[in-house]
């Protein structure tokens, strides 16, 4: 996938995210068992680094990846992903299969906000962000229960000579934060949408 590919790719994945980033937020308590084995590898950028002079490492263990900040943990689809972007507020994952981005976000009634209520809420959602992107949903579950708010979602890209194939959603907010994590898929391959969605939607917060 060449990097203007790549780009098209990131702004998709995020563009509703970012938009209400500034004052959203989503998290799950769901917790994982920590993992202090495996190699590590450093944060692209992280505030308290500066400010403490140590140089915080995320964790690699295989497949499994911890944030930096040890908030959130994801098992990867494949060898060939990779992490290129670990910061307080977006962790983000290439190959040549797509991209995955987990956006951190923040504010009063943000589950409301981030979740959409039904199907054609999450299309209008989408529409604001890629109105001239023609897709399909193949699937729409609104998981939210009690206080917690959750989704996820599958689109397929139907516009030919499209490079993005499917997108995967998945959206957990508690209380006045959370998480979304969305992932592009740049080959037309059911069995790695299978394992995309198993990544995506496995995604556990930790604290």
Known sequence: ???????????????????VSSITACGGKDKAAEDTSGSE???TKDSSTENSGEEKQAKVDGLN?????????????????????????AKT???????????????DGIGDLMVPADQDAFVSMIN???????????NYEN????????????LHYTKDGNPDKYGVYYGIYEGDEGYTAAAIITKDDKTLLKTV????YGFQILK
């Open 197 to 200: 969605e198993e990544s995506v």
């Open 41 to 43: 590898i450093s944060e």
């Open 1 to 19: 996938m060449n990097n203007n590919y790549r780009k098209k790719a990131l702004i998709t994945v995020t563009v509703f995210c970012m938009a």
């Open 93 to 107: 994952f290439q190959s040549d299969e797509g991209t995955i981005n987990i956006t951190y976000a923040s504010g």
């Open 128 to 138: 604001g962000g890629m109105a001239d992107t023609p897709f399909d949903v193949m």
């Open 65 to 89: 990846y911890t944030s930096v900040d040890g908030k959130i943990q994801i098992t990867l689809p494949g060898e060939s992903w990779k992490n290129i972007a670990d910061t307080d507020n």
């Open 143 to 154: 998981l939210s229960s009690g206080d917690t708010r959750c989704y996820k979602a599958v």
